[in-house]
């Protein structure tokens, strides 16, 4: 088995790695990981510097030289030249992990987004054509939009106009482009779509995650505010909160990319009410100067605060659509017949999480 992953020092694409490693081992021929060089280091040092770092599982330091012999790393700025890398005549499972997390409503940056989201994965799928075994694409739950009704994990024969961000526009676009390329080159395409990525709950370090953003970004934002201001947070009281541990969701893609699944969300059966996971979040970072309302909080006019005016106009404006939408719930019928979900607290787990930052500082992995 030969495989093709991007964003393989990324949150999810890390645990995916790992996942890969420890439980395909055997079947794994070659690993080409695809990295982006970072600053002064290379591509090479990343993945040498993540692999031994400490969160890997203890198989890969056992494991270190007969890893080292499947695995590949290849500079990002090369993705576009298979030819240059990889080997006439053979067939390899193109895991697509990396993506351009942007939850701008900005229009100025819609053209990026979709560039990167889009247009990059268009064009990864027709150099890599005459390679493939299979194409796995790593989109959103949330590709879906605006919807509010059971969701089923078909998303493709939904036409949708009123997404969130032009980052769901962009994955779900990306996820027809792909199904319908891949029909035409006769390409099997599989979609896996991971909800809000919370910290490990399986893998140790427990509640462990590379990188802190979504609901990681609202505790961090109050949890370094000195102000004495109170603030206004505008939620949809009926709303959800559906976090998936990572780990959970990389052994999933583990187990599934070389099935004949088609498409597969990777939720959470239930979730965290958004009042209540707001409050949760607020008081584990020692933050209480607030007010949960419904109301429409959208106009300078309107903020009663400097905090409240700095918060609508940073990370409010990327996370408002998401406290104040419909309630979203997912069908995890197939899910749960490939690997249970974890039995866990959901409220306790989201200030286990936020507890586990706050120790680590809130510093994401530097890989």
Avoid: C
């Avoid at 027709?126 to 959103?140: A, G, H, N």
């Avoid at 996820?175 to 035409?184: D, I, Q, S």
């Avoid at 939408?325 to 249970?340: A, G």
């Amino acid at each position: 088995m030969n495989i093709i992953l991007t964003g393989a020092t990324g949150t999810l694409g890390s645990q995916v790695l790992f996942s890969m490693l420890e439980s395909r081992f055997n079947e794994l021929e070659s690993l080409y990981l695809i990295v982006r060089k970072k600053n002064k280091t290379s591509p090479t040092e990343r993945v040498s510097k993540m692999l031994k770092s400490s969160i890997a599982p203890d198989f890969i330091s056992a494991n270190e030289n007969a890893i080292s012999e499947k695995i590949q790393v290849v500079n990002a700025e090369e993705i576009l030249t298979p030819e240059q890398f990889l080997l006439k005549g053979k067939r390899y499972y193109f895991i697509h992990s990396a993506g351009f997390v942007n939850l701008s409503v900005d229009p100025n940056s819609k053209e990026e987004i979709f560039k990167e989201n889009l247009t990059l994965t268009q064009n990864i799928f027709e150099v890599y054509t005459p390679y493939l075994e299979k194409f796995i694409y790593i989109s959103t739950a949330f590709s879906i939009g605006k919807l509010d009704s059971l969701l089923k994990d078909n998303y493709l024969t939904t036409e949708q106009a009123d997404y969130r961000n032009y980052y769901e526009a962009s994955k779900h676009a990306a996820e027809k482009y792909l199904v319908n390329a891949g029909n035409n080159a006769k390409i099997p395409v599989q979609i896996l779509r991971p909800s809000v990525l919370g910290g490990n709950i399986i893998n140790t370090p427990s509640f462990f995650i590379s990188k802190y953003m979504v609901f990681y970004l609202f505790a961090k934002f109050f949890h370094r505010n000195t102000s004495s201001d109170s603030i206004r947070i505008q939620a949809n009281k009926d709303s959800i909160l559906n976090i998936i541990p990572t780990d959970y969701a990389a052994k999933v893609i583990t187990k599934v990319f070389d099935t004949a699944i088609e498409q597969l969300n990777i939720v959470n059966s239930t979730g965290t009410n958004i009042f209540s996971g707001i409050t949760k979040i607020l008081e584990t970072v020692d933050f209480r100067n607030f007010r949960l309302t419904q109301e429409l909080i959208a106009t300078a006019t309107d903020f009663e605060s400097t905090l409240e005016k700095f918060y609508y106009e940073t990370i409010g404006v990327h996370l408002t659509p998401y406290l104040t939408s419909l309630p979203q719930e997912w069908d995890t019928t197939l899910l749960e017949s490939i690997l249970p979900i974890p039995k866990y607290n959901l409220e306790d787990y989201l200030v286990s999480t936020v507890e586990f930052a706050k120790t680590n500082g809130f510093r994401n992995q530097r890989w």
